[in-house]
């Protein structure tokens, strides 16, 4: 079992930055792929970004290529998604979530979530 805490969402400007972190229980966090989706109200969630056990593999959606990174620190059990250039369009909940094995970009092939924490990016 995994369990996931998601924390650093805001209010931040057009043009900003913020850095989401995503805390996980367990002894073996380095198992896991990890990924961070979206969902802005009245829309299905979204992939935003994934990484392997190692970090030497990760995806991103087309729209935040550039923009955000995704990292990971085994030893602190947590991941990251650096977010800079923020558009309104990025606004929604952020939820990271947990998979064993290689990283998907498909949102029903993470067995682990967390409850998110909220990005709202104002023009």
């Known amino acids: 079992q995994v369990q996931l805490v998601e924390s650093g969402g805001g209010l931040v400007q057009a043009g900003g930055s913020l850095r989401l972190s995503c805390a996980a229980s367990g002894r073996t966090f380095s198992r896991y792929a990890m990924a961070w989706f979206r969902q802005a109200p009245g829309k299905e969630r979204e992939f935003v970004t994934a990484?392997?056990?190692?970090?030497?593999?990760?995806y991103y959606a087309d729209s935040v290529k550039g923009r955000f990174t995704i990292s990971r620190d085994n030893a602190k059990n947590t991941v990251y998604l650096q977010m800079n250039s923020l558009k309104p369009e990025d606004t929604a909940a952020y939820h990271c979530a947990a998979r064993e094995r290689v990283p998907s970009k498909g949102v029903y092939t993470y067995s682990y979530w967390g409850q998110g924490t909220h990005v709202t990016v104002s023009s």
């Open positions: 990484i392997s056990w190692s970090g030497g593999i990760t």
